[in-house]
Structure formats: C-alpha cells, structure tokens
C-alpha cells in the first residue's frame, strides 16, 4: 500500500511514493475492537462482598435528605411507648410473682432468709423487662422516623436517661426539705451496707448498657420496614 504526496517547490509537478505496510490499517483495527471489548468486559464485573459484610445503604433521593437525621418527634413518642410498656410489664410480673409466691407459700421470711439470691432475681427480671420495653420504643421511633433508626433508638434512650435525671434531683431535693427516705420502712435485709451499695452500682450499670443496645436495635429494626417496602417500588 502507497501514499503520494505534493512534492516541493523545486521539483514541481512530482510527486513522492511513501509505501506502509498493508496490514496496518487492519491491525490497528483489530486493536480498537480489543480495547473496546476489554472495556465494556470490565464495566460489567461485579466484585462480591466477603461473607459477613455490611450490606450497602439504598440510594436515597436529594430531595429525602432533608428527612434524614435525628427527629426529636419520633424519639419523644417512642419514649412514651417505651415508659408505658416499661410500666405495662413490670405490673405483670409483679402480679404473676405474687401469685406464684402465694402458690408456692414463699413467704417474706423465705426472701429475708436468701436476700441475694431475691435481690439478684428481681434485678434480673426487671432488667428484662426493661429491655424489651425500651426495644419497643426504639422501634416505634424508628419507624416514625423512617431513616436513622439507630439515631432515633439512641434518642429514646437519651430522653430517658434525662428524665430519670430530673426526676432524681427532684426526689433529692424534696428528702432533703421532707426527709422522705427517712419515713419510709425498710425491710432489714442481711446484707452489708458495701454490698447493697457494690450490687447497685453493677445492677445500674447494666441496666443503663443493656435498655441501650436494645433501644438502638430496636430502631434499627423499626427502619427496616422501610427499606422492604423501597426495595419493592424500585
């Protein structure tokens, strides 16, 4: 294959002969369509995620960003749910255990004879059921919210904790002016004063961690809902 081009001033008229090789338009060819295949070959390649991975967040619209975020609203309701399910369950433990103490003829003198193993007990229960009234908080807050459940399952959990706090130095203050802790009638428990006050410490420590792994989870939970019916309008 041949191209011929204008020759110079001086030699008007000429022309001059540059050969190429003739099977280089044809490879040069074949080389665009290899690169272009290689390209839409690695557009098309999934990496998959190693087992136990994060699944990845749905895309959500600009125009739901806005929505994101904590929201005071949906925690304050689920608080509201979480105290009165708190008072719910706690009223029907007491119930289930009084009447099975009566069935059992456990009287007081049978506690007041293993006051740990009372104390640990009702601890226990009432931690229990403390967590699943705070998990159900958190989930109603979570699906009030729509997005963050953690956030809004954190909330609850904080507007708790405040409460709890001003209801603690409200009580504070009315037993120092009233000393109303002083009039109250105490059962004599054979307990050290280091005991009662080591076990205290343990049992609110636990209460405080546990009501807020399970109102987080709860909200996390309650966002779900959301996200099943997303995946079926897209």
Known sequence: ?????????????????????????????????????????????????????????????????????????????GWLIAISMS?????????????????????????????????ITAAAVS????????????????????????RQGFGVWTIALVVAVLAGGAGWALDNQYDLIGKINWPDVALSDNTLLLGSIAATAALLVLTLLMAILGGKNGRRYHDRIDELLD
């Open 127 to 150: 931690t229990f059921m403390l967590m699943i009234a705070f998990y159900t908080g958190g989930y109603v807050a979570g699906r009030l919210a729509r997005f963050d459940g953690g």
């Open 1 to 77: 294959m041949s191209q011929q081009y204008p020759g110079d001033a001086g030699s008007t008229g000429s022309t001059a002969t540059i050969a190429t090789p003739a099977g280089e338009d044809i490879t040069t060819q074949r080389y665009e369509e290899a690169r272009a295949a290689a390209s839409r070959a690695m557009s098309t390649i999934t990496i998959p995620e190693p087992p136990g991975a994060r699944p990845m967040e749905p895309e959500v619209a600009p125009e739901l960003l806005s929505y994101r975020g904590f929201k005071f609203g949906a925690a304050f309701f």
């Open 87 to 119: 008072v719910l369950l706690l009223a029907a433990v007491s119930a289930a255990a009084l009447g099975t103490a009566t069935i059992l003829d456990y009287t007081t003198s049978d506690a007041k004879a293993q006051p740990g193993a009372a104390l």
